[in-house]
Every structure is written in C-alpha cells, then in structure tokens.
C-alpha cells in the first residue's frame, strides 16, 4: 500500500536520523533532503484515497509514488544493513575491505540522488493528479460516526432458520446422523450455525462439542488437533502422532458419550470421507452438524436426509439487518427510508452483503447525501449475478476505508482461512509493519486495537473470542472477505502467499518474486528453504504450518542468508536446533518469534536495535539472554515460556545513572526468573504494563511475606497484568509452599489483573488480595491456595469482576455479596472438595457466568439454586420492564446438573 509505504518509510528514516546517524554519516545530507521530498507525498495521498479507485490517472500516479518509495527504502535499507556489518567488522577485516566500502558509499549517495530527482519529477508533473481530486463530490469530507461494537450476531431472519435445525439436531434416532446446512457464500452459513451451536438447549443436550474450521485447503492432523483441543489440552505425546493415530485417540474419546462437531465449510466429497474415521456411530444420539455452499457434498455426507437449504432474507428482514447495521440501534430519519430500503432491496438478500454495506453507511453517518451516493454504486452492480455482485460490495466497501486501515484489511490475507488471530499477535504485527501511527498521548497498542475495533465497526472483521474484559482476544475475516484480500494485495505486490511449494510450480507461477515485500508460507517450509530462495526486497517472512518442523544445521543460516532486509520473522512452526548467529546482522528486524532448545539467547542479539517484539519458545525450562536488551531501545514486548535470566544494566551505566538505558517503550517482560527481579532492572522499565514471573519465588518472597525484590515491583507504576508462577522444578510443587504474601503496598497500585499458580498460599492470605483497589481479573490456578475454609473479609474486591479458581483442596467458601460486589464471570476448575457455591452470590446483581469443570455434584447444585434466583429476578424484572439480567449455568459433567 502506498499510503502506508511513504509512513512507514518517513517514520524509518526519522528513527534512523536520531538514533543511528552513525550509520549514515556519509550520506547523511542526502537522507535528510530524501526525508523532506517524500513528505510531499502524504497530504496528496491522503488526500486521493477515495478518487483514486475510479481514477486511472490518479492510480498510475499511486503506483509511480509506490515504486519509487519502495526504491528509496531498498536503498536506504540495503546501506544501513550493509554500514552494520561493516562496523561490526574488526579493525583488520574493515582493512581488507577498505577499497569496497567507500565504492558502496559513492553508489548508494548517486542512487539517493536519482530517485530524489525521480520524487521531483513525480511531483512536479502531479498538478494532473490534483485537477482529478477536486472534480465534483470528491471534495466532500463525510461526518465520521464513532459506535460501540454490536455484540450481537446478525441473526435477522434466522430465528425459524435454527428451530428447523435445532429440532433436527435434538431428534431422531439414536444413530449418528449428519445435518447439512447448504447455501452460497455470504448467505449467514456459519452465523446460522453458531446461532445454534451457543444455544442453550444445544449446550444442554450436547456437552461434549467441537467447532472445526475445514475450508477450501485443510490440514486433516489440524482439523483433528482442533477437535481434540475442545476436550482436552493436547498434550506432546498428541502433537507428536500421526494423523491416523489421532483420529484413532479422537474416536476413542468420542465413542463414551454424546457429542455434537460442527464441521463449517467443507468444500469435497473427499474432506468427508478424510474426516469422517474420527467420528465413531455411538448409538447415543451423537451429531454432526455441516455447512457446505456445495449440496452434492451434503448429499454425500447423508444421503437419507435432505440438506437444509438456507434460505435469503425477505425486503423486510434485509431492511432490519442493514438498519441495525447502519444506525446501531438509533431510529432512522426519514430522510434516510428511501435510499436505505431501495440499498436492501438490492442486496438481493444476501446477509453479507447488508452487513458489508451497513458498515460504509455507519462510517458516513446520518447524511442523506452519503446514503444516495452509495444508493448509486449498489444500482451499477444490479446486472450482475450474486457472487459478483458480492465482490463488488467489498470492492464497494474497501474504496471507502480511510488510507490508514487498509493495509491493516488487507493484511488479513496472509493469514490462513478461517484462522483465528489473537490480537496481541495481529497488534504485534501492524505494528512491526509500520502499519500504526503514533498519536500524543496513546501507545501505538492502543492506537492498533482501535483499528481494530474499527474494522469489527465496519463489519469486515469479525470477532472470534473476547477476553474477560470484554476486549477482543481473537478474529478473522469471512472467507469472501479473505479471497478479496489474498486479490486486492496480488494487484499491489502487497504479499505473496506460497502453498503446496515444489520448484518446478514456483518457478513457474511466482516469476515476479522480487516484487513482494512479504511472504506467507502455508506448507512445504523444508522444500521452500532447501531451494535456496532470494529475497532481498521481502521485508517479513510468516511461516504457518500444522506441524512443527525441526530446521537442520545446513538449513540453520537459509532465512538470514536469503532475506536480508526483514523486519518480520515469525518461524514458530520451525524449531532452530542452535541459535542462528547470522541473524544479529539482519538489523532491520522488528519483530521476531523463534522456537528452540537452547537455553542462551547470544550477546549478539542485543545489535538488533530495531527489535520490538522479541518471542522465544524454547523446550528448556530455562533460557539466559546474554544479550544487553537495554541497548535495543525500540524494544515493547519480550516474552518467552521459559523462566528467562536478565543481565541487568552494566555496573559503570549504574554508577553514572545513565537515562539513555531506560526503556520507556518496553510494555510485556515475561516470564523472567525471580532473580531477575531487581530494583535495577525494573528501574529501567518504568512503563512496564505486563510482567510474568517464573521460578523459585521463595527469592522472591522471603519468609516473613516481603522482602526488597518484591519491593522493587510496587514502583511500577503502570504495571497492570502480573503472573506469579511457583516453578520449583525438579521438586514436586509441594515443596515450594510460600510462607504468605507481600503487604499490599508493595503491589503495583495500578493492578488490574493477577495470575497465581503453585503458590501453596494459606486462604487467610486471600485478604491482602481483597485490599487491592483496581484488581479486576484474579486466577487462581492449579494450587495456588490450600486449605479447606474460606472467608473473605469484608471490604474487599470491590473492582473485581473475574474470579478463576483451579485445582484446590477447598471445602467450604463462605461469602456475602458484598463481598463480591461487581463479580461477573466466576469459574471453578477441578475443586473436587467444594461442598457448595455460596447461594448469596445469586445476589450480585453483576453476576452473569459461574462455570463449574469437575466439581462436585453438591456444587452443581448450588450453582441450579443461585440459577433458579436468578430466573426469578429476571422475570420480575422484565415484569417492571427494568433492565435485562443475563446469567448463563455452565456444568461439567452434564450428569452433575441433575
């Protein structure tokens, strides 16, 4: 993307101006007066976003600014890369290379100068690009309408819909049967099919359920996987298997009861018959529930039952849905009516379609001049059939984003379908792309999840899961959606997607390599690396595989070598047996996630001054960075799995308090060891928002319940996300019981989420965690409390909203409601001992989820009380017509709600 492009690369060449002039002291002039001509182009970009899609003129002016822009950083970048390893060298190889360096010096300072020349031609002959910007409407600046997320499904018109299948679901024999839901695309297929799958009566009938993804291209060990990982965790052993033996364990799981799979999307007869072993015929009335847009492979799947066919929406309904997308709840002028109900009639009745549409008209606002110019450009698409004319409203609606949120859109392509992103990734990601700009007073992760929301608003993204604060946690894009921008981002060199790779098709249908600057890798990753490929404009390499793939020594080098020039590296399906030393000169990387078996991250990983997410997964239980991370000052986020060893600031830089060490930008250390845990350390972390801490943490905590480690955390004023978790390996956890807990000063006052595990605390300890005023989320997991009795004191958790307890020996709990005053969500995992849930809970009138796993039946009990009470209030409410109470019983197994 253009737009992006010219950010991005003014934003680099600032960075580097100010923080590595070094580098670039003999051409530094040169990039100064680059940086100034190439600001000429943002205003005229931005200006040209919604006229350049129809404007020939205007686009190849785009794809001139593109090119040109993308030369520049080449050259930039190749130099600066080039400059690092020079000065890396020692004195005596810089000797022998003392007649290429300053070779390289008077090219890269001509090539500058050239396409400077070319920025000014471009520029100067652009008056023609200008003249197209102010013809007619283009002027017109639409009144941005900002509202909340809609939470709800789009489930207008379904409601019948998902009683005829919910029926069909619920009877006929005892005998597996398969239920099909058939359609073309954007016809509400998976939204019908989650609108029963969340249903009440679904998730009574049928505990033990799965969701599979399976598309167009699927991984039959994936889908598996995924259908294992709703039951259970899977464990190493799982992932270790072949795809049969899977199956066989799957199988096995599911022949002792009653289970619903819902297999959304299947494309072929043959990804039936390829999945289909994994699901044993019980006789226990078990189903499964299939949405195809092709009838023949629902007809295959079960020849005996008639698929359901989903039917369009009527006028009516198509007018509801759009309004609701539209409006967001408001009432509609009746300036509005006309143009609104003539754009719903003419979306034929495709859900997706009013959904994609509704999100322009919720940007334009309540402005009947926008509503009939988007009137006009849904009547140029009535002659076409429906898929096209689906294509063309995403089209429709793409042409309408702002300039900064399309290469977030159409970023979505690289992912595989139907992948559930976790947004702390995706974040992660935009902001390694340059993608996010800064704005005073925000962070650029703040700035990215309003992106974010920003495009759910729109309707082009949608939520997967949401986090107990109410956040996004994982999306995707609707397949048709996904197809779009796997088009849009081909016709813009944007990224190249490489499938089912062997040499003889890639040479073939990817001759134009050079041109991408990213490459997504779906399969074949061995085959892909072994070829020997060259990239040296690709600026991020995505790797996304099932399986894991061990990388070998001759393959060690093959990424670095090849790409140069990368800013992202995500290689977690691949595991590096050693540390890959020539990758501390690949300076430009920003974002990096490596899976190991090391455990000693080099000094030499402290040159990648660029860096700012830095993950590692490694099989060690521990890992030591030998590196200085307080020399990488771009660094926001470091997060391993293992518990991690920091060196903190050199004993000379703490002696003369050197402020050039203090990271301002690091957000995320965790999991760091509790050595670790310095008052140094932490001093040069002041903005610290997450940290997890793993290891020992009697060295943490000393007998007494304090000591100065611990201490040094409550000066992190910003600190809001804290896991402790007790590792005492290789001694059993019961060796590692913490005399108590700090006092509450010396928590972080800004708290709002704490994790514990293996802790051992006594529950009288539970107090001090009552005192802490923003805590909102508390996990207690797998042993975090021992003992048998419970009693909160008064005054305490008056923020908290989330409550999680895992496997405890507790017996009795009793509480108050205001002890509890604004809990939301409470979950009890494996409290094999709990006698009962305190029925005064059924009094917090915030209380909307208790979800029982493996508890007792006495509990269970409980818990059908507090939900009885809570139906009661319910329809006395609704009787006064006051608010609606929501509240939702969770038990496991189902046997223990009779």
Known sequence: MSDAAVEFLLENLKQL?????????????????????????????????????????????????????????????????????????????????????????????????????????????????????QDGDGSRKSKEKKAPIVEEDNVVGFEDEAEKVTNLLTGGSDELEVISIVGMPGLGKTTLAKMIYRDP?????????????????????????????????????????????????????????????????????????????AFPRNKKRSRILLTSRIRRVAVHANPTMEPHNLRFLTSDESWTLLRRKALGGEECPDELLQPGKHIARECGGLPLALVVIGGILLEKGTESYWWDKVAQSVDAYLSMDQEKRMDSFIALSFNHLPY????????????PEDFQIPVWKLVHLWIAEGFITQKEGMSLEDIAEEYLDDLVNRNLVMVGKRRSNGKVKTCHVHDMLHV?????????????EIKRFDRVTYSSS????????????????????????????????????SEEIVLQAEHISSIPGAFKLLRVLDAKPILFTRFPTDLTQ??????????????????????????????????????EIKGDIWKMIQLRHLKTNASTFLHGPLAKSRKRKDDSLINANLRTLSTICPESCTEDVFARA????????????????????????????????????????????????????????PQRYNFPPKLKKLTLADTLLEWNQMATLGMLESLEILK?????FKGDWWRPEDGGFRALKVLFIGKTDLVHWHASTHHFPRLRSLYLKHCSSLEEVPFSLADVSSLQLIDLYCTTKSAAASAQKIQKHKKKMKNEAEKQSTKRIVFKLSVYPPDQDQ
């Open 686 to 741: 002041p903005n610290l928002k997450k940290l997890g801490i793993r290891g020992r943490l009697a060295k943490l905590l000393d007998t007494r319940g304090a000591s100065s480690l611990f201490g040094s955390l409550g000066k992190l004023d910003y600190l809001e996300d804290l896991k402790l978790l007790n590792d005492v390996f290789p001694d059993p956890p019961s060796e590692g019981k913490l005399a108590g807990l």
């Open 201 to 277: 009566k679904i998730e009574y009938e049928f505990y033990n359920r799965a969701w599979v993804y399976v598309s167009q291209e699927y991984s039959r060990k994936e889908v598996f996987l995924n259908i294992w990982g709703h039951f259970a965790k899977p464990s190493d052993e799982i992932y270790r298997m072949n795809e049969e033996s899977i199956a066989r364990e799957l199988r096995a799981f599911l022949e002792k009861g009653k289970y619903l799979i819902v297999m959304d999307d299947v494309w072929t007869e043959d990804a039936w018959n390829d999945l289909k072993i």
């Open 17 to 133: 101006l100010l923080y590595n002039a070094n580098l670039i002291l003999d051409v530094k002039g040169q990039v100064e007066f680059l940086y100034n001509d190439l600001s000429l182009f943002k205003a005229f970009l931005k200006d040209s976003t919604e006229k350049r899609n129809k404007n020939a003129t205007l686009q190849e002016l785009v794809k001139q600014i593109r090119d040109v822009v993308y030369e520049a950083e080449d050259t930039v970048d190749t130099f600066v890369a080039q400059a690092a390893v020079h000065k890396s060298r020692s004195s005596i190889e810089r000797a022998f290379h003392i007649f290429d360096y300053p070779a390289k010096l008077r090219s890269v300072a001509k090539r500058i100068e050239d396409i400077r020349t070319k920025v000014k031609d471009i520029y100067e002959h652009k008056k023609f690009g200008f003249e197209a910007l």
């Open 510 to 545: 990817y001759p134009a390599m050079d041109m991408y600057r990213r490459l997504c890798i779906h399969s074949r990753i061995l085959n892909y690396l072994s070829s020997k490929p060259s990239g040296p404009r690709v600026r991020s390499f995505l790797c996304f595989s």
């Open 404 to 415: 900064h949120l399309r290469a977030c859109f159409l970023y979505f392509g690289m992912f």
């Open 586 to 623: 690949v300076v430009h990387l920003r974002y990096l996630v490596l899976s190991s078996n090391f455990k000693i991250l080099p000094a030499a990983i402290s040159s990648l001054w660029n860096m700012q997410s830095l993950i590692v997964e490694t099989s060690s239980r521990t890992l």
């Open 484 to 496: 779009f921008c796997k088009k849009q981002a081909a016709q813009e060199n944007f990224f190249q």
């Open 780 to 784: 207690l997991k797998d042993n975090a």
